[in-house]
């Protein structure tokens, strides 16, 4: 069946850096992404949603700067952290609904980010 | 805006017993669609179940049914002959439409994590 393939499963990286987030729509073309972040023990915080060919929409809050998204085509979108901090660590997981109506909404198996 | 409240923040089950998950929503549409995800300590998010607001039949799944009751906004989920393997967060989640694009964007619930006692 349709998958949403997410890399890295786990990163750790140093404060000050830069980290992407890639997932792919693996036989399925996923106009429309959606970028979750996840604490600990808590719910999924919707970040922003990005469709293919034009910016993504950021949800209140969220700095634009800091979590660039990109989608360029049907089949990739990207999340980078940029200027990483302590703060950012998190659990980050997209998730894409197919084309079809009444398709099922397809996740990411999540990115556990630790920064250092 | 719509809203999804889940009450319960911890609950547990026997083995082999019964539990319900409760979820309230709140919504003005008239047409809409709910699930339940379950999320393991693997952290990966699996479809349980899902509604249709339309559908007056409570939908089932093997050992999981939903209580729909729409003029109340509430939707438990029921999980019987628990096993040890349903131990898991679970979300209850609101979404507009299930056609493509953002209207697929989910409301999410805080969740509550169920333990199953052997």
């Known amino acids: 069946g349709a998958v949403v393939s997410q890399h890295p499963s786990r990163v750790i990286c140093k404060s000050g850096t830069s980290v992407k987030i890639e997932c792919r729509s693996l036989?399925?073309?996923?106009?429309?992404m959606f970028w979750y972040r996840q604490f600990p023990k808590q719910s999924l915080m919707l970040m922003a949603t990005?469709?293919?060919?034009?910016?993504?929409?950021?949800e209140q809050g969220v700095e634009k700067d800091k979590f660039l998204i990109n989608h360029a085509s049907l089949t990739l979108s990207t999340l980078t952290v940029t200027s990483a901090h302590p703060e950012d660590s998190s659990f980050y997981i997209c998730?894409?609904?197919?084309?079809?109506?009444?398709?099922?909404?397809?996740f990411g198996n999540g990115t556990r980010l630790t920064v250092t | 805006a719509q809203t999804v409240t889940q009450s319960q923040p911890e609950m547990s089950v026997q083995e082999a017993e019964t539990v319900t998950l409760s979820c309230t929503y709140d919504?003005?549409?008239?047409?809409?669609?709910l699930f339940w995800y379950k999320q393991p300590p693997s952290r990966q998010m699996i479809l349980v179940i899902r509604?249709?607001?339309?559908k007056q039949q409570n939908a089932t799944e093997n050992r999981f049914s939903v209580n729909f009751q729409k003029a109340a906004k509430s939707f438990s989920l029921k999980i019987s002959d628990s096993q040890l393997g349903d131990a898991a967060m679970y979300f209850c989640?609101?979404?507009?439409?299930?056609?493509?694009?953002?209207?697929?964007?989910?409301?999410w619930g805080l969740g509550t994590s169920l333990a199953v006692n052997p």
């Open positions: 998730s894409a609904p197919e084309t079809r109506a009444n398709s099922p909404l397809h």
């Open positions: 036989d399925f073309q996923a106009t429309t």
């Open positions: 990005s469709n293919e060919g034009s910016k993504a929409t950021y």
């Open positions: 919504t003005s549409e008239s047409d809409y669609y």
């Open positions: 509604q249709e607001a339309y």
């Open positions: 989640a609101y979404s507009r439409s299930t056609s493509a694009g953002n209207n697929r964007k989910l409301i």
